[in-house]
């Protein structure tokens, strides 16, 4: 498994280069990065998150996110 911070710059690339939307769900970051956890990772880095991560995502809906 990838780093938590590489997962991170590589999020934030493939929404700077246009790989996935400004808007996404997990199976759009999956099949952009080739990994298989974008559920748990977007779900632990959203704003509001109760374990008290980082907050990098903003949850629009439920399965739908987008950048901070």
């Keep these: 498994?990838?780093?938590e911070r590489d997962t991170i710059r590589r999020i934030l690339e493939a929404?700077?280069?246009g790989r996935i939307g400004k808007t996404f769900r997990?199976?759009?970051v999956n099949a952009?990065?080739?990994i298989?956890?974008?559920g748990v990772f977007l779900s632990?880095?959203?704003?509001?998150n109760p374990g008290?991560?980082?907050?990098l995502f903003v949850q629009i809906s439920?399965?739908?996110?987008?950048?901070k």
């Design 62 to 67: 439920r399965g739908l996110y987008r950048l």
């Design 32 to 34: 952009a990065l080739k």
């Design 26 to 28: 997990a199976a759009d």
């Design 52 to 55: 008290g991560f980082s907050e």
């Design 15 to 17: 929404v700077a280069s």
């Design 1 to 3: 498994m990838l780093p």
């Design 44 to 48: 632990k880095h959203r704003m509001g």
């Design 36 to 38: 298989e956890f974008a």
